[in-house]
């Protein structure tokens, strides 16, 4: 069982920066990969970007560019750096966790990160 625990997430005007952390617990080795997806209202969740913990990254078309994950293996923490924030980025964003991203084994509770002018 993974616990996931999130920070961050808040209201940005159009342009603007937000960090997001998560911080992994009773993962032991069960976790390779450490990531977001994010649900905007109305839409199914979505995936938005991943790191391995050899520091491969992967990320969602619509983000490349613009958000940047990093990781500290030490405190098994994740950061997702998201700059140039646009209103089509306003959803929940939940951290995962897992050997691999596409199948987690642990959420966290959800962040909103909201973009408006």
């Known amino acids: 069982q993974v616990q996931l625990v999130e920070s961050g997430g808040g209201f940005v005007q159009p342009g603007g920066s937000l960090r997001l952390s998560c911080v992994a617990s009773?993962?032991?080795?069960?976790?390779?990969?450490m990531g977001w997806y994010r649900q905007a209202p109305g839409k199914q969740r979505e995936f938005v970007a991943a790191?391995?913990?050899?520091?491969?990254?992967n990320y969602a078309d619509s983000v490349k560019g613009r958000f940047t994950i990093s990781r500290n293996n030490a405190n098994n923490t994740a950061y997702l750096q998201m700059n140039n924030l646009k209103p089509e980025d306003t959803a929940v964003y939940y951290c995962?966790?897992?050997?691999?991203?596409?199948?987690?084994?642990?959420w966290g509770q959800g962040t909103q990160v909201s973009v408006s002018s």
């Open positions: 995962a966790a897992g050997m691999l991203i596409s199948a987690p084994r642990g």
């Open positions: 009773g993962s032991g080795n069960s976790i390779d990969a």
């Open positions: 790191i391995s913990r050899a520091g491969t990254t």
